[in-house]
């Protein structure tokens, strides 16, 4: 399967955790981005990478999450001290270089539940 | 106000009719325009992308009216297979960065 992946595609951590996703994108895009979605609300824009280079943070994301790609390949999220409302779907989109926004390809998706 | 807003629907309609969708923007400096579809418990995938000449793929069709910050979708002769969400998707940029999805329409089509 050449697609996007993340991984674990489900977790249930309690309030107050730290929990880590990853993305493994399409292995030559070179952009990466993450978003989280919530029952009957679309993707909301968390972050953006551009090669290892992040390049745009969603202002709405606090401090508590953070996002990184070392070496330009697979990306991890984050997020520190969990509360109940981190409750979603967080997924991973990536797309290729080039002109033109292009069409970014999602993961499965992450389900986190913070009890 | 949101930045995307969408007609959540749902919208039914029976198989072989004709159905349109409206979305509107607020940035009027948005440079792309693009629908995904999501079906049910599944990410979103690339359904077609809006330009302002208006374009065409089989039975959709998407058009974009900057001035009036609107983008439809039309879809055609709908299958069955056409039910899912519907997601309208605006971006400052023509190349990269922020994307912003609207919330979405839901189409169910019934035999």
């Known amino acids: 399967d050449t697609g996007v992946s993340q991984d674990p595609r489900h977790k249930i951590t309690k309030r107050g955790q730290n929990v880590t996703f990853r993305c493994d994108p399409i292995?030559?895009?070179?952009?990466l981005y993450w978003y989280r979605q919530t029952l009957g609300q679309g993707p909301e824009f968390l972050t953006y990478?551009?090669?290892?280079?992040?390049?745009?943070k969603s202002r709405l994301l606090s401090d508590r999450f953070s996002a990184e790609r070392p070496k330009g390949s697979f990306s991890t999220l984050e997020i520190q001290r969990t509360e109940q409302g981190d409750s979603a779907m967080y997924l991973c989109?990536?797309?290729?270089?080039?002109?033109?926004?292009?069409?970014?390809?999602f993961g499965p998706g992450t389900r986190l539940t913070v009890l | 106000r949101k930045e995307v807003e969408q007609d959540p629907g749902p919208f039914n309609v029976p198989e072989g009719a004709t159905v349109a969708f409206n979305c509107t923007y607020s940035?009027?400096?948005?440079?792309?325009f693009f629908w995904y579809r999501q079906d049910c418990r599944k990410e979103p995938k690339l359904l077609m992308s809006?330009?302002?000449s208006g374009n065409e793929d089989g039975r959709f069709t998407a058009q974009l009216n900057r001035a009036s910050q609107y983008i439809s979708l039309l879809i055609r002769d709908s299958k069955l297979s056409d039910s899912a969400t519907y997601l309208c998707?605006?971006?400052?940029?023509?190349?990269?960065?922020?994307?912003?999805f609207g919330d979405g329409t839901t189409l169910t089509v019934k035999p």
């Open positions: 989109a990536s797309s290729l270089p080039g002109q033109g926004f292009g069409e970014q390809f």
């Open positions: 292995s030559e895009h070179n952009r």
């Open positions: 990478f551009q090669n290892e280079a992040q390049l745009e």
């Open positions: 940035n009027s400096a948005s440079q792309s």
């Open positions: 809006v330009y302002s």
């Open positions: 998707v605006v971006n400052e940029r023509t190349n990269a960065g922020k994307s912003t």
